[in-house]
């Protein structure tokens, strides 16, 4: 459910805030880095529109990925924006896949209201080998496993956990099979990761990344609007509609309800430009896609480039480990702890931690992949 004091974009509104006048608040410079909330109420529809600049480019140049490794993260980083941005009384949201391809693992890592941080572990050789023939695809990429999505509720609070498999396919599918499966609302998404080059006011060659997502959902009044089809989860009926995209098969989209069928069709048409480029607001696309029918914006979330590493964090953390990983870890008596976020290095001496004072064993031991309790 969005909140917070909404407005409906008319023509004139639009039109007004395009041009510079006394509406260009709505298209100005704050564009980037949000989740707009919005409402379409002859549909029954509500989403939000997620627009990453700095933050998104801060995010994907500190890390030294291959690009198709650095888009895929990208498209991570918006999925969890607009999954996250649409939940009441949560604190943390995390997406991760764990797969078998070359990019063997994602996380994006939101902690509510809005601060953002993403990592990734992937084969660098066999994706550039990839890259260069022309098969780095994200299925490729990805290849078998699952997408996990983890909920903390409150500060320290309880955690929930959905899952969802991932065969071979696109973030957008397997988020559409998630609604699907475990929500049962029908869902569109659409994701975008894009370069974006220019020249800076002194003539140099400037280089940014730029992404954005849509997500609508309908969400009627009258439950029995949202009919299933009597169909294994996963099955794709003989009768699809006509006209539909193949990425939405299965997809959620089995109600035939004609207001869906019309939201879901025009959010389908959203091209990636229009997710990514910076003179098209949220405000802007989503007249494009319903002016006809009227839609309502909320207040924006502000989305920030922000790794909530620290030191004590990690010496929490450090704490959690027994004398011999201590050990193990230990170079020249001192251990050295990089955050997979925001590449920062932690210094510790390894006689002066807990775990080596005590020799205790102890739980929580530390696995591969990013310490996401940073």
Partial sequence: MVHGIGWEMTRKQTAVAMNGGPGAALAGSG???????????????????????????????????PH???ALLGEACVLAAL?????????????????DGPVSMLVADIRLPGQLRATASCEAAAVTALAEAG?????????????????????????????????????????????????????RIRLAVSEMFDRDEDGKARHQWRAGGIIGQFMPEAEDRI?????????????????????????????????????????GTVA?????????????????????????????????????????????????????????????GEIEVRCEFCGLRYHFDADRLPGAADGEAKHGRIQGGPLTNL
């Fill in 31 to 65: 564009d980037a880095d949000r989740a707009l909330p919005f409402q379409v109420d002859q549909l029954e529809v509500r989403g939000r529109v997620v627009s990453l600049g700095p933050a998104i480019d801060a995010i994907l140049a500190r890390h030294d990925y």
């Fill in 68 to 70: 198709p490794v650095k």
């Fill in 83 to 99: 999954l996250a941005t649409s939940l009441k009384d949560v604190s943390r949201f995390i997406l991760q896949t764990q797969t």
């Fill in 135 to 187: 098969t780095a695809d994200t299925a490729t990429l990805l290849g078998k496993g699952t997408l996990a999505m983890t909920i903390e509720q409150g500060h320290g609070g309880q955690r929930y956990q959905g899952f969802v498999p991932l065969d071979h396919e696109s973030l957008e599918a397997a988020a559409h099979t998630y609604f699907h499966r475990s929500e049962q609302i029908p869902t």
């Fill in 227 to 267: 009919r299933h089809r009597d169909l294994p989860a996963g099955d794709a009926p003989d009768d699809m509609p006509a006209g539909l995209p193949e990425d939405l098969q299965g997809a959620g989209l089995e109600t035939d309800d004609e207001a869906w069928m019309e939201a879901a069709a025009l959010i």
């Fill in 272 to 332: 990636d430009d229009e997710l990514t480029d910076p003179a098209v607001s949220p405000e802007r696309l989503l007249f494009r896609l319903f002016h006809e029918r009227g839609v309502r914006v909320f207040r924006p979330v502000r989305l920030e480039d922000n790794c909530t590493c620290s030191r004590a964090r990690v010496e929490k953390v450090l704490d959690q480990m027994d004398v011999g990983e201590i050990a193990d870890a230990a170079v020249g």
